[in-house]
């Protein structure tokens, strides 16, 4: 089924009452990931998957450590902002930089990291972003009084 939408209401209306049959279709069609159909998959407690591509390293283990003094910001958990949902607006990345407090190494795991004045949970590398040296950061805060406002 493909369905052009060409700006008129009619069409878009088009769309919205075809979207539960496109979704019941998508979700009844088994994938290469798992070999599951996402219908099944969504009622089981734990899904193995198979990776879509060759991993082409060993994610997390040997890794180099970075600089000690690296400012990192971290991926924030899903909701974790606001306490609730996740919406298509908000950061994924953490607004604050950190620097790593402790590493924890473990033989045959990733190494773990700590940050500091971070959430008490650890990182695995995939989760940080190194700020580099230089880095312009926006302000923790921006503070515009209404009756200053230059937008009137």
């Not at 795991?109 to 880095?135: K, M, S, W």
Request: charge should be neutral; proline fraction near 10%; hydrophobic fraction near 35%.
């Amino acid at each position: 089924m493909l369905l052009v939408v060409r700006g008129s209401s009619e069409c878009s209306s088009e769309c919205v009452r075809a979207l539960p049959d496109v979704i019941a279709a998508l979700n009844d069609e088994v994938t290469r990931l798992t070999g599951k159909k996402p219908s099944e998959a969504i009622k089981a407690s734990a899904v193995v998957h198979t990776p879509s591509l060759p991993a082409s390293r060993v994610v997390g283990l040997d890794e180099p450590l970075p600089p000690s003094d690296s400012l990192m910001r971290y991926l924030y958990a899903p909701a974790e902002l606001e306490g609730g949902r996740r919406r298509a607006t908000d950061p994924v990345w953490s607004l604050t930089t950190h620097t790593v407090r402790n590493v924890v190494r473990q033989s045959g795991q990733p190494a773990l990291y700590y940050l500091n004045e971070g959430p008490a949970r650890g990182f695995v590398r995939e989760e940080l972003l190194i700020v580099p040296h230089g880095t312009e950061l926006p302000p923790d805060r921006v503070l515009i009084h209404p009756s200053k406002s230059s937008l009137r």
